[in-house]
């Protein structure tokens, strides 16, 4: 929404004639590009060492000082990477789990939104407090007795502890941000349509869910996210090494101390793993960021 | 019309048609919020029971519980290692988040500015986020490494000694606090996204008024943003209170129990130590923790956010 | 705009195409199935209608493929019994422990040795003392390598399992440092196990800093070591153990049922390690390797570590490196021993097929299963008929197998030591780690660290 950020006036709080912006807006400009430069690169720096470790023979991976451009270039790292342990399996099983849960929940939390948002119904309001409530919750506290629940009716060593869950209202978080989100949508949409006569699930289907795209990718995305680096639950569920995430298929070194763990070839199923997520992102980001303003996250 | 004939139809009960059109309603917004409700009962008060009853038992997963009335509850008082916990988890929150709220905001600022290739750094900052913890782990286990990280490096070029990060117990938690400034990607978006949100208006207002760069960043841009502040203050204190991973996967809760967090140790208790039920006592103390805190923060920071109008 | 929003559909485009490429590859058939290898198996009387059971274990690659060829002999070998493998790499006490919760253990399974006495006591693995009494093949009195075998898998008399195989520590070498220096290597000959003094003596003179200076020299510059001369291994709970044995400790006294790192003979063995760090400084501060860190086979290719002390199934790895390899005995503090440890393979009782769990247990205890392990340098066997000349010939590769080394299989072999693991070891342990992090920094004296913790670690264990 905002052009410019305002704050920069010139030094002298004048404002700035074009004579004064061309200079010092120049300058500030490099100055402010300079810096982005900087840090992007210490952020990036470790990236960057996973990258370089993923492409190196095994023994050149802990060099000191380390060999930032691998000698050799080992590009065969990629390919054993992902075939001595089944990555692709692993991915595929993840995105099964993301596109059941991605559906689970923008259905799930965006109906239960719309209702805290637009349809007044007795202890709504208790309601939502108990929404906020629920997400504060700690996992951990849940964690083991979840796990006693499913366990005993042979859950485990299935996906269902993963997904079904979502299908209950989809998560605190997200149903919180529908209805922030809806709250913004001006009701004389829906009046307009309930006086023509549409019940409330149309309304919510053919008005305010085209309008709602912005939350729907932010939710989209963020449930992504979430269900990608999902390390703990997979980690106690599934026991059968085919059904494995990505997550956990790149967990799989720890436990025996006994154990020897190719570094390199690790470095480069991690860096596999995450460039989906990288193009996501990078693709998704306007609509995303676009999306978290409009969903008005103002408590 | 059409709609309301099929939503009667569709509804088919005869006792509906006779209730009031805003009863109606309700009941299809009850409706609506019914997956959330069961959802609630299932897989948060049915857990919560199952905690309950564990709390009062001797359990180690592989023999039948035993039960031992008080004695988790009581134990919770004598135990140095929970209050280690509660103090190694309370330091690190209490740093990490204010460090991370703040680097984030400005950050954020920064990507604000309309400069070429916007795109790239936003998603370079970001990227950390997306880094799977295991890969995060090994990456920063070797960052911080003493003879060979990349950390000491750095220290050491700089003429300083190198720091055994991850084997003193003074370092480590400031370790695993630097490490977290890495994957502040979350916060800084929406502090991002709350900035764009604020109208032009409002600082051509300010510039008018005479206001130099620091006061309309203090007038205007914070009391705009601190709702996002505030929702950003909250979220932060809460998953960074359940840090588990860093713990976990980097320095198993060393050395000499510095970075032992508190849902660390409660792993540790009910799947290593096989005591489930002193491990939901554990998870009890947790819940209330967090509550608190909570609170806390609700009520000292919460009156002090500015509300817009929106609806 | 233009261009960044082509860029941008490139992007796309590229990501669907290699999902689509992804989700073909990950049709393609999973696990590689593994090839047979060849000893002499036994043959064996068979069940008489169709059996299956299950068998869990944990491990890499290697271990994965040599169970799958193992149930495959076997099942050749007994055509109505068929193994399912529950191949478990990650977490694997903590599944095994929700499987039981859970109502469904597994038939068979792979038991790590702290779990060994909790499983027992709480009844779950079957006895099969009397079974191996009447085998003709194992039941023979020295069929194992006694008594260790006795003291890692008979509580008070019975048996609930079958060592998979033996592991030792000893120490591995890059024999062209000593050559360059001119100091003679240590020796696979137990009896002539290297004082510690000596050993500390080599160790310093294959410590050097970037200026060629030694630790001790005027100038010696401990920031800049080029080479190292001792590493040991310290992050679990083996190398431990390992360290008191060698200074006639116990760690754990299976006839009292308590640790007894207060002991001098025990704390004294763990200040000798850390002195090397603090010290003598010819040992790089554990921080160099803890976990997650860079491997010592790397250290020793790179000629910055000359010796590195860790246990036998490193020797998996440790072949390969470039530089030549040479093991030796560890160096004696105040005895000549070594801490002979392994899983176990057990049945559990709750099994429905207890006849058909018994032949496969009995089948992994045969030099089949063990050879293949010990063929690739991960494995020692507690057979003695692979210790024989003759025996030993079936399996030792010299690729893989240094010079000398059957005097690591037999002759050090005898020198160890071993005990059951008292319930609540696990967590005795988490108890005892943080005073070991204060004495590898110096923080605290081991006298101090350990006669602190170990009451408390005493108050958590149980004697069987």
New interface residues.
């Given amino acids: 929404?905002?052009?410019?950020?305002?704050?920069?006036?010139n030094n002298k709080?004048q404002?700035l004639t074009s004579a004064r912006r061309w200079n010092s807006e120049r300058l500030w400009?490099f100055l402010?590009?300079t810096?982005?430069c900087v840090?992007?690169f210490f952020?990036?720096?470790?990236?960057l060492?996973?990258i370089s470790s993923s492409l190196k023979l095994e023994q050149r991976v802990?060099l000191?000082?380390?060999q930032w451009i691998p000698d050799p270039i080992r590009w065969a790292n990629y390919l054993e990477a992902l075939t001595y342990k089944p990555f692709f399996l692993y991915l595929r099983n993840t995105m099964i789990i993301v596109i059941i849960n991605e559906i689970a929940i923008i259905s799930?939390s965006s109906?239960?939104g719309?209702?805290?948002a637009r349809?007044?119904?007795?202890g709504?309001n208790f309601?939502f407090g108990?929404?906020v409530v629920?997400?504060?919750?700690?996992?951990?506290?849940?964690?083991?007795?979840?796990f006693?629940?499913l366990s005993r009716i042979g859950w485990v060593n299935t996906y269902l502890p993963l997904t079904v869950?979502y299908?209950?209202?989809?998560g605190?978080f997200n149903?919180f941000l529908f209805r922030q989100f809806f709250?913004?949508i001006?009701?004389d949409l829906s009046d307009a349509a309930r006086i023509?006569?549409?019940?409330?699930?149309?309304i919510?289907r053919r008005i305010i869910m085209p309008l709602s795209k912005p939350a729907i990718i932010v939710v989209a995305i963020f449930t992504f996210?979430n269900t990608?680096?999902s390390?703990?639950e997979p980690l106690l569920y599934i026991n059968n090494p085919n059904m494995f995430t990505?997550?956990l298929g790149?967990?799989n070194f720890?436990g025996d101390p006994t154990a020897y763990i190719q570094?390199n070839l690790?470095?480069a199923a991690?860096t596999t793993?995450?460039i989906p997520?990288?193009l996501i992102?990078?693709a998704g980001?306007?609509y995303?960021?676009?999306g978290?303003?409009m969903s008005?996250?103002?408590? | 019309?059409?709609?309301?004939e099929?939503?009667i139809t569709s509804l088919r009960s005869k006792r509906f048609i006779h209730l009031t059109l805003?009863k109606r309603?309700?009941?299809?917004?009850?409706l609506?919020?019914m997956?959330?409700?069961?959802?609630?009962l299932?897989?948060?008060v049915?857990?919560?029971?199952?905690?309950v009853w564990?709390t009062f038992q001797d359990w180690?997963?592989?023999?039948p519980p035993k039960f031992v009335g008080l004695k988790n509850i009581i134990n919770l008082f004598h135990d140095p290692l929970l209050l280690q916990s509660l103090k190694v988890t309370g330091v690190f929150t209490l740093f990490a988040v204010p460090l991370q709220l703040i680097i984030s905001l400005i950050?954020a600022?920064?990507?604000?500015?309309?400069?070429?290739?916007l795109?790239?750094?936003?998603?370079?900052?970001?990227?950390?986020?997306?880094?799977?913890?295991?890969?995060n782990?090994?990456?920063?286990?070797?960052?911080l490494?003493?003879?060979?990280g990349?950390l000491n490096?750095g220290v050491?070029a700089i003429g300083l000694?190198?720091i055994?990060?991850?084997?003193?117990?003074d370092w480590a938690l400031p370790a695993l606090i630097l490490m977290s400034l890495?994957s502040l990607g979350n916060p800084m978006?929406?502090f991002?996204?709350?900035?764009?949100?604020?109208?032009?208006v409002l600082?051509?207002a300010a510039?008018i008024d005479?206001a130099?760069?620091w006061a309309?960043?203090w007038n205007v841009?914070l009391p705009i943003l601190s709702?996002?502040i505030?929702?950003n203050v909250?979220t932060g204190f809460?998953n960074t209170?359940?840090t588990?991973?860093a713990g976990y996967?980097?320095t198993?809760?060393?050395?000499?129990?510095a970075t032992l967090f508190?849902?660390l140790y409660?792993?540790?208790v009910?799947?290593?130590?096989?005591k489930?039920g002193y491990?939901?006592a554990i998870?009890?103390v947790?819940?209330l923790t967090?509550?608190v805190l909570?609170m806390v923060i609700f009520f000292y920071l919460g009156r002090r956010?500015y509300?817009?109008d929106?609806? | 705009m233009k261009y960044?929003s082509l860029s941008r559909r490139e992007f796309l485009q590229l990501g669907a195409v290699s999902m689509m490429g992804a989700w073909l590859a990950s049709c393609a058939p999973k696990t590689p199935e593994a090839t047979a290898v060849t000893t002499q198996p036994v043959s064996i009387p068979t069940p008489e209608q169709e059996t299956t059971i299950s068998f869990m274990g944990w491990g890499g690659v290697e271990e994965d493929e040599g169970v799958k060829a193992a149930i495959n002999v076997f099942q050749e070998e007994n055509p109505k019994i068929k193994v399912t493998w529950m191949y478990t790499p990650d977490l694997y006490?903590?599944k095994m422990?929700?499987y039981?919760?859970a109502g469904t253990p597994p038939d068979t399974a792979f038991i790590s040795e702290g779990r060994y006495a909790?499983?027992i006591k709480?009844k779950?693995l079957m006895d099969i003392t009397d079974r191996i009494a009447t085998d003709p093949l194992i039941g023979k009195k020295d069929y194992f390598i006694e008594p260790q075998e006795t003291n890692r898998s008979a509580i008070n008399g019975r048996w609930y399992g079958i060592g998979s195989c033996w592991t030792n520590f000893h120490i591995y070498y890059n024999a062209d440092i000593f050559t360059k220096a001119g100091i003679e290597p240590p020796s696979n000959e137990p009896e002539k196990a290297w004082e510690w003094d000596h050993f500390l003596d080599v160790a310093r003179q294959l410590t050097v800093d970037a200026n060629g200076k030694h630790p001790g020299d005027s100038g010696f510059d401990l920031?800049d070591v080029q080479q190292w001369g001792a590493w040991w291994a310290t992050d679990w709970y083996g190398p431990m153990i390992n360290f008191t044995m060698i200074n006639d400790g116990h760690f754990y006294d299976p006839d009292t049922g308590k640790i007894t790192l207060d002991q001098p003979a025990d704390y004294e063995a763990i200040q000798k390690i850390a002195d090397q760090m603090l010290v003598q400084h010819v040992m790089?501060?554990?921080?160099?390797f803890?976990?997650?860190?860079?491997s010592a086979s790397q250290m020793l290719e790179n000629g910055k570590l000359a010796m590195a002390i860790d246990g036998s199934w490193a020797l998996s790895w440790m072949w390969k490196i470039k530089a030549k390899l040479g093991t030796a005995v560890a160096p004696k503090m105040k005895a000549i021993a070594t801490f002979a440890r392994a899983h176990s393979h057990s049945a559990f009782a709750s099994t429905k097929q207890p006849e058909a769990s018994w032949q496969w247990v009995r089948f992994l205890a045969t030099p089949f299963y063990v050879s293949q392990f010990c063929k690739i340098g991960l494995w020692l066997p507690n057979q003695t008929a692979l210790m024989t000349e003759e025996g030993m010939k079936s399996w030792m590769d010299p690729q893989v197998h240094p010079a000398g080394y059957e005097k690591i299989v037999k002759d050090y072999m005898a020198y160890s030591r071993t005990f059951v693991y008292p319930i609540?070891f696990?967590?005795a342990y988490?108890l005892i780690?943080?005073?070991l992090?204060?004495i590898?920094?110096g923080?605290k004296t081991a006298k101090d660290a350990l006669s602190e913790v170990t009451p408390q670690a005493n108050a958590?264990i149980e004697k069987l």
Wanted: with cysteine.
């Fill in positions: 929404m905002s052009a410019e950020n305002p704050i920069f006036l709080d404002p400009k402010v590009v810096l982005l840090i992007a952020m990036l720096l470790p990236f060492w996973l802990f000191f000082p380390p799930s109906i239960c719309y209702a805290l349809i007044p119904f007795p709504r309601w108990v929404v629920v997400m504060m919750i700690p996992y951990f506290v849940l964690m083991v007795p979840t006693i629940m869950p299908f209950f209202g989809g605190a149903v709250r913004t001006p009701t023509d006569g549409c019940g409330e699930f149309d919510y996210l990608w680096n390390f703990i990505v997550a790149l967990a720890r570094w690790l470095m991690s793993m995450t997520v990288i992102f990078f980001q306007r995303f960021i676009q978290v303003v008005g996250i103002k408590a | 019309m059409a709609g309301i099929t939503t805003s309603r309700a009941l299809v917004g009850l609506f919020f997956p959330f409700i069961l959802g609630v299932i897989w948060e049915l857990p919560g029971g199952v905690a564990l180690n997963l592989i023999s950050l600022m920064l990507l604000n500015i309309k400069v070429k290739g795109s790239f750094f936003r998603t370079a900052y970001y990227l950390p986020t997306i880094v799977p913890a295991v890969a782990a090994i990456l920063w286990a070797w960052i490494n003493t003879e060979f990349l490096v050491h000694p190198k055994a990060w991850l084997q003193d117990p890495w978006i929406i991002l996204a709350g900035l764009q949100g604020i109208p032009e600082y051509e510039m005479g130099g760069r309309k960043f841009t709702p996002v505030f929702f909250i809460i209170f359940q588990f991973s996967l980097i198993q809760g060393g050395p000499q129990n508190l849902a409660q792993y540790r009910g799947f290593l130590n096989l489930m491990a939901a998870a009890w947790m819940l967090t509550f909570a956010v509300y817009e929106i609806t | 960044k006490d903590e422990n929700s039981i919760a909790t499983l709480d779950h920031g790089p501060q554990v921080a160099a803890s976990g997650l860190g860079m609540g696990g967590e988490t780690s943080p005073a992090d204060a590898w920094i923080d958590v």
